[in-house]
């Protein structure tokens, strides 16, 4: 008797088509930021070269907020205890992008809600972070592709909302209120 635990006759390539999927998944989430941040900038400056305009004033963080969004899109797709995704921290102008700061440190700070934890979720989350950090490196701009962490998620649960404990606080109404990025209609 032969038990296969993978659909894949080769367990290896099974792996690896999933990783492939991730890396897929996250250069997805890459060029649907880098297009959006394009698309916030005046016909004649879209056509410049991603070096230069990575560079501007504003265009890293239009990048790092669509990355923002693309990440909670993700995080939802894959987990159906995900109830919403939230950015904070300090942000210029009430966005989900942290400030510049002398020490490196992560850029984006999501706080995900869920119904309850899963070590699956936080795999996926470990593993979209990496994804993501390698497509972000084909972008050869420190403040996007540093060595730096750029992500910061933390996963709360409703039962640490409601007890106001932990990284779940945030959402008591505290100021600067985290920002909503997505959110499962019921």
């Not at 659909?7 to 649907?32: N, W």
């Not at 900038?41 to 879209?46: D, H, K, M, T, V």
Request: charged letters at 20%.
């Amino acid at each position: 008797m032969t038990i296969r635990l993978l659909d894949s006759p080769d367990p290896l390539s099974a792996t690896a088509s999933r990783v492939s999927r991730l890396d897929e998944m996250a250069q997805g989430i890459c060029d649907q930021a880098v297009a959006s941040a394009r698309a916030s900038l005046g016909a004649e400056q879209r056509p410049a070269a991603l070096d230069e305009l990575v560079g501007r004033p504003g265009f890293a963080d239009h990048v790092l907020r669509g990355l923002a969004v693309g990440v909670a899109q993700a995080l939802a797709a894959n987990d159906q205890r995900v109830m919403a995704v939230y950015a904070h921290g300090a942000a210029p102008e009430g966005g989900p992008v942290a400030e510049v700061q002398d020490e490196p440190g992560p850029q984006l700070h999501l706080l995900v809600r869920v119904t309850a934890p899963s070590a699956a979720l936080e795999a996926f989350v470990a593993s979209l972070e990496r994804a993501l950090g390698a497509s972000l490196r084909a972008l050869r701009h420190t403040r996007l592709s540093g060595a730096a962490p750029l992500l910061d998620i933390s996963i709360v649960s409703d039962r640490e909302v409601r007890q106001q404990v932990g990284m779940a606080r945030l959402l008591a109404g505290l100021r600067p209120a985290p920002v909503k990025l997505w959110e499962r209609q019921s």
